[in-house]
């Protein structure tokens, strides 16, 4: 089968290897949509630091398919569902696992090989992590599933309530769905960016008002722009990184109103670091949280929101486009064309 292998930052080749059979507790999925993400493309040009232990490895990690094979004892699944499922798992008995808090896992399992035409599924993340999808959701719309798990998420974490003001910093596929999810929760919310583009698709998301941060350097200046459009210009409620900027990081939380919360979504690159005026953190008590990828309760709320319709997923699809166009379609989000790309084995 055709599959890609990662051998190093910038360095992606399709190549043919043996399909993998479903041992006990796996299952063998025939993939219809493999979805790139930011993170692929920060993958791609720099490595990442857990997802690949040992090189060559399988590249891409959000997919929807068919089940092709199942292995000894899985009773959950059979032969010709159609299925999505996460790309990680968490061990269930690490300290962080027992009180709750999934996403810390300190022995998460990943789940690698989506840019391809079949991936076996570990035993544990078929138990816990792996869902079978109605005729009526299409796979392309299913395959980005591990990106918005990330955002219920942030959602859980921000505390958002029917009348807030939200801003969202990043107007990219992750910004998008937080406007999207912000105002299933009655929220009005507003985006900013860079991109003209981006906001156009962020207004199509929801955004009551949209601010083009072009030509503004420092983040008090693009917060300044943001706050202008806030009732009385008093700030938002609650603000959302979704971008990944230190910087941006900054510029959050100076949009905030007194007693507003940050919610600090992108991930910054190693040795990243940010500035917060400790009178003001005092004074106006803000507060500040971070957000980290997803745990099974998310995983099982983004697939009922993609299920029920609640949320579509082909609002985030650029374009689909055959397997061959992968890193194409990288170099492409890199270029900020497009967004998120569907990849069709």
């Known amino acids: 089968m055709r599959a890609y292998m990662f051998y190093g930052p910038g360095d992606l080749r399709l190549e043919d290897i043996e399909p993998e059979k479903a041992g006990p507790g796996e299952v063998a999925v025939e993939i219809h949509a493999a979805a790139t993400c930011g993170t692929d493309l920060k ?3 720099r490595g990442h630091p857990t997802l690949f232990p040992t090189l060559p490895a399988r590249f891409g990690h959000e997919f929807s398919g ?4 199942v292995g000894e004892g899985v009773t959950k699944f059979k032969v010709g569902d159609r299925v999505v499922a996460a790309n990680t798992c968490p061990c269930g008995s690490c300290w962080a ?4 808090e999934e996403s810390l896992c300190e022995n998460l399992s990943y789940l690698n090989g989506g840019f391809a035409e079949q991936i076996v599924i570990p035993a544990n993340i078929v138990a816990r992590n792996t869902y079978q999808i109605p005729d009526t959701l299409p796979f392309e719309a299913a395959a980005p599933l ?5 955002v219920v998420h942030g959602m859980a974490m921000s505390g958002i309530k029917l009348g807030d003001t939200v801003v969202v910093n990043g107007a990219g596929p992750i910004g998008q769905m937080y406007v999207r999810l912000a105002q299933l929760r009655g929220a009005t919310v507003i ?3 860079r991109s003209a583009g981006r906001l156009a698709q962020a207004e199509q998301a929801g955004a009551i008002a949209t601010v083009n941060l072009t030509g503004l350097e420092t983040p008090a200046e693009c917060a300044a722009a943001i706050r202008e459009v806030t009732p009385f210009g008093r700030g938002a409620d609650v603000a959302i990184e979704a971008v990944g900027l230190p910087e941006v990081w900054e510029q959050t939380w100076q949009c905030l109103r007194p007693g507003g919360t940050a919610v600090m979504f992108g991930g910054p690159k190693a040795g990243s670091t940010f500035s917060v005026d400790a009178v003001a953190m005092h004074y106006k008590e803000y507060k500040m949280v971070g957000v980290y990828h997803h745990a099974p309760r998310y995983v099982q709320i983004a697939v009922k929101l993609l299920s029920s319709g609640q949320f579509d997923g082909m609002t985030l699809c650029t374009e689909v486009r055959p397997l061959e166009a992968l890193v194409e379609s990288l170099e492409d989000m890199s270029k900020g064309i497009g967004s998120k790309y569907i990849l069709k084995p």
């Open 43 to 45: 993958s791609y040009r």
């Open 66 to 69: 068919y089940v092709s094979e």
């Open 97 to 100: 696992c027992t009180i709750g």
């Open 146 to 150: 591990e990106p918005l798990s990330t």
């Open 191 to 193: 985006s900013a960016d």
